[in-house]
């Protein structure tokens, strides 16, 4: 291109390099508004998860706490419970051999015996339990004195034992 058609053209040169400026200061700066705005945008989301998130894990942490307290009160209870159990069961064997030894002594024995008799009137059968203590039967009726239920008995109707559980 010539000098002369260069310098003629200056003019527009200069107004398209003005005008193309301009364009590109705007740009940037809707850009730079655009990304604040974006900014600010994923600022705010980013609270709002945080704060679902702190909501949701409060909320998870007690739900997981009062899951927690209900087994730890399941296991404390079975643990009272096999303690109850223990005393439950050493005291009805030290129920039930004391009974075996009482009717090891010959009069007791046979008065044991002599009651259950009596208890179903004259044609009763009293024959011995096994583990102990004598069964009577007449007819259809049937007394049963045996060592285990004189036991049961026993250990079922002590006030001081539900005095124990208290």
Do not use: N
């Amino acid at each position: 291109m010539s000098m002369p058609v260069r310098e003629s053209l200056e003019p527009v040169r200069s107004a398209l390099l003005h005008r193309a400026r301009a364009q590109a200061a705007a740009v940037r700066a809707e850009t730079a508004r655009s990304c604040t705005r974006l900014l600010a945008d994923a600022g705010a989301e980013a609270e709002r998860i945080l704060a679902v998130a702190r909501s949701t894990g409060r909320a998870d942490a007690a739900r997981l706490a009062r899951a927690e307290e209900a087994h730890t009160r399941r296991a404390a209870h079975a643990l009272v419970l096999a303690a109850q159990r223990d005393v439950y069961d050493e005291l009805s064997r030290r129920v039930a051999d004391a009974l075996r030894a009482a009717l090891d002594d010959s009069r007791l024995g046979p008065a044991l015996a002599a009651q259950a008799a009596a208890a179903l009137g004259p044609g009763a059968t009293v024959e011995p339990a096994a583990g102990g203590g004598f069964t009577a039967h007449l007819g259809d009726r049937h007394v049963d004195c045996s060592i285990a239920s004189l036991t049961r008995h026993a250990v079922e109707s002590a006030e001081s034992l539900a005095e124990l559980w208290r």
